[in-house]
């Protein structure tokens, strides 16, 4: 049983390790050598604008569903009126960056994890190597260049869908005034929030690139074994996510308090 | 010149290569001839740098490619190409990309410029030309036939005519004419090039036909050394099955 458990235990170090030295790697070779164009602009449209319609879907239900169970349970206690000021904070701050991230990953993250994994059996990546190119580089740079850039892109889109969402749940099923729905928004919405939501965002994007790429680089074992990496990385990412979510929401807010806090 | 020094390789428990020592001169074509999983590729993956070993070392024209820093590394494989077993084509490119691939990532080393656009079309047209594959320059590797895709990964190769071949298991799971338009094909790329060629295989017909040397591998070692005619005079349990199974099968056949 100890030995069991000191044997999960060094290998999770080991990957811990390999997954660093993958992340410095592709940095570096990013920097040295930026991706082609080309390159980038496949990764660009495949997360970016392929994401669109899942990305709209995710951000439309969730603002329904949220003002819809806001309007429901303030409006007994007389505060209707706030519905669209909960709708848009946690579409900023929580579920606008985590939702998106989390579909995003389930589209993107498991494809990108499957086709490296499957270059991996089937040698591919053996062949990059022989013809003298770097496979972080090749592969991995211009996903995380373009994972950076459309995901803060994308979790933008999504929260203002989420907001949109709200506003029609509200405005044309309960009845509230398009006033009431937004006015309270640009008082109590500050540029923090909006950071936040970026910051998310990009970390977020990070997080999942890093993870189903570095899974599908060590796949092995054929279809079966590409099919466990594709799964596990994704599962690995969500946890990711959910920790990072929570230890930037505490850091990024005791940052804002601090802040806060010098000013006065 | 290819000098492997007492190399050593264990995946978990398993002991693949246990102190392999190995000269291989320039310009002759050795065939490595082994059963499955004695360790052959995994040599040849030694060789190419794509695997780090646990002990020894491998030198390429004189550079010890262990320990090299990945940039140096890349300039020693830069000379050296390898034919994968299943032969490895990007499959989310077309033939004709796929045999561009190092060209269009790679400068010109004469002219330390990336290679213009005609130079690629002329070297694609030529190297497909070669291996008799110049109309399926459009195609997907999906869309080919297992001989197919080993001629269109040799393509790959010959457009950057390295000086270092190496093959793994060129003709497994060809029939017979296409695994001998292989080997035709691996003897006109040698000549072409004028490069050093290794050759895993466990197809002692082509050993036979292609190899200056033949060296026998058992048991994560080279059992032995010695040209085509010589090697079949050794007296090794695995020789003589061969050889039985290569020369006899086929006499009695003839005969009945």
């Known amino acids: 049983m100890f030995g069991k458990i000191k044997s999960y235990f060094f ?5 811990t390790g390999e997954y660093v030295v993958a992340i410095a790697d592709v940095c570096n070779a990013t920097i040295k050598r930026p991706p082609k164009w080309r390159l980038l602009r496949e990764q660009f449209f495949n997360i970016g604008v392929l994401s669109f319609f899942v990305v709209t879907i995710t951000g439309l239900s969730t603002g329904i569903v949220l003002a819809a169970q806001s309007f429901y349970q303030l409006s007994d206690k007389g505060l209707a009126s706030l519905t669209g000021l909960m709708v848009a904070k946690a579409m900023i701050a929580e579920l606008g960056p985590v939702l998106t991230a989390f579909m995003v990953t389930g589209r993107v993250g498991s494809a990108m994890c499957a086709e490296i994994g499957t270059m991996k059996v089937t040698e591919q990546i053996d062949a990059l190597k022989s013809m003298a190119v ?6 991995m740079a211009p996903r995380f260049i373009a994972g950076i850039t459309m995901m803060p892109i994308l979790t933008i889109y999504s929260t203002i869908m989420g907001i949109f969402g709200g506003y029609i749940i509200s405005c044309h099923f309960f009845g509230m005034a398009s006033s009431d729905y937004f006015y309270p928004m640009p008082q109590h919405i500050t540029m923090f929030d909006v950071h936040t939501c970026l910051i998310k965002a990009a970390l977020f994007s990070v997080i ?28 690995i990412s969500y946890i990711c996510i959910l920790i990072a ?11 804002y308090q601090e802040i806060l806090f010098d000013r006065r | 010149m290819i000098k492997i020094v007492d190399l050593w390789k264990t995946y978990g428990s398993n ?5 392999i020592t190995l000269t291989i001169n320039k310009g002759e074509i050795l065939v490595i001839l082994g059963k499955s999983g004695v360790g052959k590729s995994v040599l040849l993956k030694h060789i190419m740098g794509l695997e780090l070993p646990d002990k020894g070392d491998v030198e390429i024209e004189g550079v010890k490619i262990f320990g090299l820093e990945k940039p140096e590394l890349y300039q020693v494989q830069k000379n050296m190409g390898m034919l994968f077993q299943g032969a490895a084509l990007f499959d989310s490119m077309d033939i004709g990309t796929n045999t561009a691939f190092y060209l269009e990532n790679h400068h010109n080393p004469k002219t330390h410029k990336s290679f213009s656009s005609q130079e690629i079309q002329k070297r694609v047209t030529n190297a497909l030309n070669m291996v008799g594959l110049k109309d399926v320059a459009h195609k997907m590797p999906s869309e080919l036939s297992g001989g197919m895709k080993k001629r269109a990964a040799l393509a790959r190769l010959i457009v950057y005519r390295p000086s270092i071949l190496l093959y793994d298991e060129p003709t497994t799971g060809l029939d017979p004419l296409t695994a001998q338009q292989i080997n035709e094909l691996i003897l006109a790329t040698q000549k072409e090039l004028n490069g050093t060629s290794v050759i895993v295989t466990h197809d002692i017909h082509s050993a036979m036909y292609l190899a200056d040397r033949i060296a026998l591998c058992d048991e994560g070692q ?12 050794i007296d090794h349990p695995m020789i003589n099955f061969l050889k039985k199974s290569a020369f006899l099968q086929g006499e009695k056949r003839c005969q009945q």
């Open chain 1, 245 to 255: 979510d929570f230890l930037l929401t505490i850091a990024l807010n005791s940052i």
């Open chain 1, 208 to 235: 999942f690139i890093t993870v189903c790429c570095y899974k599908g680089f060590n796949a092995k074992g054929g279809a079966a074994g590409v099919g466990k990496a594709t799964t596990e990385s994704v599962v």
């Open chain 2, 222 to 233: 080279i059992k032995h050394i010695a040209k085509p005619m010589d090697f079949l005079k």
């Open chain 1, 11 to 15: 290998k999770a170090c080991v990957a």
């Open chain 1, 134 to 139: 770097n496979p972080n580089s090749y592969l």
């Open chain 2, 15 to 19: 002991e693949v290569l246990k102190g």
